[in-house]
C-alpha cells in the first residue's frame, strides 16, 4: 500500500538506448511531478502534472518525455541516454499546485555507461 | 526565479545536543517552507512546514521558525537520537498564484551524523 511508487528501483543501461521510468500515486492527488537529484544529493524538480496537464517543464532537454495517461500516474521517457543523464529520480505527488506538501517515491537509481 | 540557500553542508554532534540547520530564499512571493529528511537509499520524507504568516512551529523534538523580512527559515532538532542521522533539505515554494508555484525549489542539504 505504498502512497508513491517508482519501477523500476535500479537501472543500468548504455548510452544511447531508451528507457522509461513509471510512477504511480494512490494518494488520490491531482498533481504529480518528476525531480533529478544528482551525485551532489541536489534535487531539482524537472516536471509538474495537474490532472494530467503539463504546468511545469523546468529547462529540460527534449530527450525527456513525460507522459501522465491518468492523474495516478505520470511516467517518463529519456531518449537517447547519456552519461550525465546518470541520478536518481524521483516521482512526487501532492494534492494539487496550490499544497505543495509532496509525498515522494523510493527513487529511480539510472545508471548509463 | 527562486535561489535557496542552505548551511552547512555537513553537521556532526553527539546524541543529546541540539542541531541547526540554516536557509535563506530570494523570492519574496514564496509562502511555504518545508523540510524534508532523506534517509540513505529512500526518498525525501516531509518532516515539518511552515507557512508564511507565522513564525514558528514545533512539532516533538523539531521546530522550525520562520523570519520573512530577513528571508530566512531555520531547523532546530534537541535531544538528537543517532536515527536523526540523515540528510536534509530545506525548501521553498507558492502555495498558490504566481508563475511557479506548484514548485518546490531545493536547498543543498545538509548531512547529520549524531554520533552515539
Known amino acids: 500500500d505504498t502512497a508513491v511508487s517508482q519501477t523500476p528501483k535500479y537501472l543500468v543501461t548504455q548510452m544511447g538506448n531508451d528507457k522509461s521510468i513509471k510512477c504511480e500515486q494512490n494518494l488520490g492527488h491531482d498533481t504529480m511531478y518528476w525531480y533529478k537529484q544528482d551525485s551532489k544529493k541536489f534535487l531539482k524538480i524537472m516536471f509538474s502534472y495537474n490532472n494530467k496537464e503539463l504546468i511545469i517543464n523546468e529547462t529540460v532537454p527534449n530527450r525527456f518525455s513525460p507522459k501522465s495517461p491518468d492523474k495516478a500516474h505520470l511516467n517518463l521517457h529519456i531518449n537517447s541516454l547519456e552519461l550525465g543523464d546518470s541520478a536518481v529520480y524521483f516521482c512526487a505527488s501532492s494534492q494539487g499546485l496550490s499544497n505543495t506538501e509532496a509525498f515522494f517515491g523510493q527513487g529511480t537509481r539510472l545508471t548509463v555507461v | 526565479g527562486e535561489n535557496v540557500e542552505q548551511h552547512p553542508s555537513t553537521l556532526s554532534v553527539q546524541e543529546g545536543d541540539s542541531a541547526v540547520i540554516k536557509c535563506t530564499y530570494s523570492?519574496?512571493?514564496?509562502?511555504?517552507f518545508p523540510w524534508y529528511k532523506q534517509e540513505l537509499g529512500k526518498g525525501p520524507q516531509l518532516i515539518i512546514d511552515i507557512r508564511s504568516n507565522v513564525g514558528e512551529k514545533k512539532d516533538q523534538r523539531i521546530a522550525v521558525t520562520l523570519n520573512k523580512t530577513a528571508k530566512h527559515f531555520s531547523l532546530h532538532i534537541t535531544e538528537t537520537q543517532p536515527e536523526d542521522s540523515a540528510v536534509y533539505f530545506c525548501a521553498a515554494s507558492q502555495r498558490a498564484g504566481g508563475t511557479s508555484y506548484g514548485k518546490l525549489t531545493f536547498g543543498q542539504g545538509t548531512i547529520l551524523t549524531v554520533h552515539p
Open positions: 523570492d519574496s512571493a514564496s509562502n511555504y
